[in-house]
């Protein structure tokens, strides 16, 4: 596992009396920007210090999080980032391919330009070889997809699943291909939303997620072998 992570990169403190839900949400946003990596074990003395937290308040946050598989207890060792198996790749696949596609055929505040912006990110970040920069960008534009549903219950939801899928995909950080010809996936998908095909969009988005789901899948099998 990583080195233990404390709290001085968590920046501010709990603004109300819900400091426990704002805590993870603030931890579960750091896991999905990649500031915390599957391992990376959470000091809670640390943590509680730089939060301005109880212990028992973080404790209560570390239970919001265990319950979504985002963190892991182990008996006398700690608190975890998980580390996502083949089982976390199928749930979240899922879940990807229910709120995703319907976000591409039907959100009402899709912004074809701001997923095109992503895009040209994107490709810098593959024409300098920088991979954290291109899965940032991924992410970004799968948020951006999800923002355009106008729900903030569909949001909230799927902002639980980046932070899992950021742990999937730093399982990948060992093969930059994967992270490079979905760069141009995602752009043909942002083609055919300027031409008004959001509906084959849709249907391109669905075999699109079944082939990353495979291809992680094959990969983890491939290293527990």
């Known amino acids: 596992m990583n080195s233990s992570s404390s709290g001085s990169a968590l920046p501010g403190k709990a603004p109300h009396a819900h400091s426990s839900v704002w ?29 301005g937290l109880s212990r028992n308040t973080l404790r209560e946050s570390f239970t919001l999080l265990d319950s979504e598989l985002i963190i892991t207890r ?67 534009f799968h948020q951006e997809l999800v923002r355009s549903s106008d729900s903030s219950l569909v949001q909230e939801l799927m902002g639980r699943v980046l932070a899992r899928m950021r742990l999937v995909f730093h399982a990948m950080s060992d093969a930059p291909d994967f992270h490079s010809h979905y760069v141009e996936q995602n752009a043909r998908l942002v083609k055919l939303l300027g031409e008004g095909k959001r509906s084959e969009a849709a249907t391109a988005m669905r075999s699109y997620l079944d082939k990353a789901e495979a291809e992680l899948l094959e990969h983890i099998d491939a290293v527990s072998a």
Do not use: H
């Open 74 to 140: 182990i008996p006398n060792r700690g608190v975890f980032v998980a580390s996502p198996d083949a089982d976390d790749v199928r749930e979240i696949y899922a879940v990807r391919r229910t709120i995703e596609p319907a976000c591409l055929a039907w959100g009402p505040e899709l912004d074809v330009q701001q997923l095109s912006q992503i895009i040209d990110e994107a490709r810098a970040g593959m024409a300098a070889g920088d991979i954290p920069r291109m899965a940032n960008a991924n992410q970004a």
């Open 23 to 51: 805590a993870a949400n603030l931890l579960r946003t750091r896991i999905a920007e990649g500031e915390l990596l599957p391992g990376d074990k959470l000091s809670e003395q640390s943590l509680a210090e730089s939060l």
